[in-house]
């Protein structure tokens, strides 16, 4: 099945959100999409939430779908320039509530390593889009990919990343496991595959 940007009705409110190394556009399309076709009972999880940008799209395309939980893993404890965690998670919040998402977006501060620990529900859609080291990419891969449905979607942001390119590379490309979606290159280079078989 090929899959097809999805422009949503409040797509502006959305852009106005900080874009600041956060997906755009182009790339959102392709999320709120995805989303959109999850169904209810599965979970979408997203690693690297941030200030909650490519969180709106994942979520509008799920209010506009089937309503499926968006599950936000981010520990919001970055210092950037002065800006701490806690004001980035107040704006997250503050963002999925102007959106109009937040009765569908379930946040989880915490690394992704321990939310796993003791993730248990089956996941329709996973986007990741935290650290982009060979190391940790590969971590996260293998922790949260044995959740997956069958048909179920993974999506990396910024793929052109040398370290995210070898962990698609080596876990995603040519496995037997994963079906490459082919989507025109986007700014950040997402890629998006979906799960052939669960076992
Ligand atoms: C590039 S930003 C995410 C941008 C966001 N996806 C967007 O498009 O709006 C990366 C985020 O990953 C988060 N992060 C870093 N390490 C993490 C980890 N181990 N588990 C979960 N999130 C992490 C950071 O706190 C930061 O908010």
């Known amino acids: 099945m090929a899959i097809r940007p999805l422009i949503?009705?409040?797509?502006?409110?959305?852009?106005a959100i900080d874009s600041w190394s956060a997906v755009k556009t182009?790339?959102?399309r392709y999320l709120a999409y995805l989303a959109s076709i999850v169904p209810s009972h599965l979970s979408i999880v997203e690693i690297g939430s941030f200030q909650g940008r490519s969180t709106c799209f994942l979520a509008s395309g799920s209010k506009y779908g089937h309503r499926a939980t968006v599950y936000a893993v981010d520990p919001w404890n970055l210092n950037l320039d002065g800006i701490t965690g806690e004001h980035l998670y107040a704006n997250f919040q503050q963002n999925i509530h102007k959106v109009g998402v937040n009765d569908l977006v379930f946040p989880l501060r915490a690394e992704s390593s321990d939310i796993v620990k003791n993730w248990k529900k089956p996941i329709g859609l996973l986007h990741i889009d935290d650290g982009h080291e060979y190391e940790v990419v590969l971590e996260e891969y293998r922790d949260w990919f044995p959740y997956i449905v069958e048909n179920g979607w993974i999506v990396f942001h910024d793929s052109t990343w040398p370290d995210v390119k070898k962990v698609i590379d080596e876990c995603v490309q040519d496995s037997d496991q994963w079906r490459?979606?082919?989507i025109p290159a986007t700014s950040h280079g997402l890629f998006v595959a979906q799960r052939t078989h669960s076992k």
């Open 8 to 15: 949503l009705p409040n797509e502006p409110e959305i852009e």
């Open 180 to 182: 490459v979606e082919d």
């Open 26 to 28: 182009d790339e959102g």
